[in-house]
């Protein structure tokens, strides 16, 4: 079975440092995507980034970036310059190409950004 | 304009009734999906759906049941509501069953007392 860990449950970070959120996942397919979401007290889920597992180059959008490491099977997300916005839960999921559309998600990590 | 819409927004009802879930889309995607949330915050799938017809039922109870009218729109009635069913129940959708990012909606809290 296909697993998501995020083995950080909190994290918390002063306001305009960098925090990095860990992300490991465990699968035998060679085509997939994988993503940060982003949960704020609001419930919203938002998308934060993506990146596709056949390019080696890591996504970035603005202040998040990610390190990916496909043969560790590894997925962190770099937040830089926090924000007091980015307080949130933040999911790591998983999405096989072939398995109906389902995205897998880790347990999520709880970051607090501080003033 | 609201791309994934719920409604309700809040729910709270008593053990024993049936309740549904609305969802409608505005994006043009051809997959909608049902997701839960439970206490501790871990989401997992419940249902996928491709142009109307059923692709993913994961193991939820019978009691459970998603129908898509058309594309847009993919509702979730749940029958004699049970204090384990009380979670966030999010909608989403996708442009297509390999087509990754999904988008969700804002949640629907349903509370069974």
């Known amino acids: 079975a296909q697993t998501v860990t995020q083995s950080q449950p909190e994290m918390s970070v002063q306001e305009a440092e960098t925090v990095t959120l860990s992300c490991t996942y465990d699968t035998s397919e060679n085509n997939y995507y994988l993503f940060w979401y982003k949960q704020p007290p609001s419930r919203q889920m938002i998308l934060v980034i993506r990146q596709e597992a056949y390019k080696q180059q890591n996504a970035t959008e603005n202040r998040f970036s990610v390190n990916f490491q496909k043969a560790a099977k590894s997925f962190s997300l770099k937040i830089s310059d926090s924000q007091l916005g980015d307080t949130a839960m933040y999911f790591c999921?998983?999405?096989?190409?072939?398995?109906?559309?389902?995205?897998?998600f880790g347990q999520g990590t709880e970051l607090s950004v501080k003033p | 304009d609201t791309a994934v819409s719920q409604t309700p927004k809040y729910l709270v009802t008593q053990m024993g009734n049936d309740k549904s879930i609305k969802c409608e889309q505005n994006l043009g995607h051809d997959t909608m999906y049902w997701y839960k949330q439970d206490s501790k915050k871990f989401l997992k799938i419940m249902f996928s759906y491709n142009n109307k017809e059923l692709i993913i039922n994961e193991t939820v109870p019978n009691r459970f049941s998603p129908k898509s009218p058309d594309k847009a729109h993919l509702n979730l009635h749940i029958n004699s509501l049970e204090l384990g069913d009380s979670a966030v129940y999010f909608c989403?959708?996708?442009?297509?069953?390999?087509?990754?990012?999904?988008?969700f909606g804002p949640g629907t809290r349903l509370l069974v007392l």
């Open positions: 999921a998983f999405f096989p190409y072939n398995q109906g559309g389902k995205l897998i």
């Open positions: 989403a959708s996708s442009p297509g069953l390999q087509l990754g990012t999904q988008y």
